[in-house]
């Protein structure tokens, strides 16, 4: 059975910083690329940032130079670096593994999602 576990969502200020961290468990052959998403309250699900599986990084444009993607392959972990925050990054925050291989276990996968709130 393969999991993926959230943390690190909570309760920032404005310009604020969070480290979100998500683990996939398991016997962990292969990830592909790992995803975060987010959804802010009536909003559609958004791509924030990705990173493939040679560590390459993409992101949102609303995000650039705030957020760093970075992943752990021997951990099989993926960890969202979040610096100077603001208000409208509140959101449930959401971790995907794309092209998970683990045994007879394969597909995308998705963590259960971690809240997080900027105040202003």
């Known amino acids: 059975q393969v999991q993926l576990v959230e943390s690190g969502g909570g309760l920032v200020q404005s310009g604020g910083s969070l480290r979100l961290s998500c683990q996939a468990s398991?016997?962990?052959?292969?990830?592909?690329?790992m995803v975060w998403y987010r959804q802010a309250p009536g909003k559609q699900r958004e791509l924030v940032a990705v990173?493939?599986?040679?560590?390459?990084?993409k992101y949102a444009d609303s995000v650039k130079g705030r957020f760093t993607i970075s992943r752990d392959n021997a951990k099989d972990t993926v960890y969202l670096q979040m610096d100077s925050l603001r208000p409208e990054d509140t959101a449930v925050y959401y971790c995907?593994?794309?092209?998970?291989?683990?045994?007879?276990?394969?597909?995308?996968?998705w963590g259960q999602g971690t809240q997080v709130t900027v105040s202003s």
């Open positions: 995907n593994a794309v092209g998970l291989v683990a045994g007879p276990f394969r597909g995308d996968y």
């Open positions: 398991g016997s962990i052959d292969r990830i592909d690329a």
């Open positions: 990173i493939d599986s040679g560590g390459s990084p």
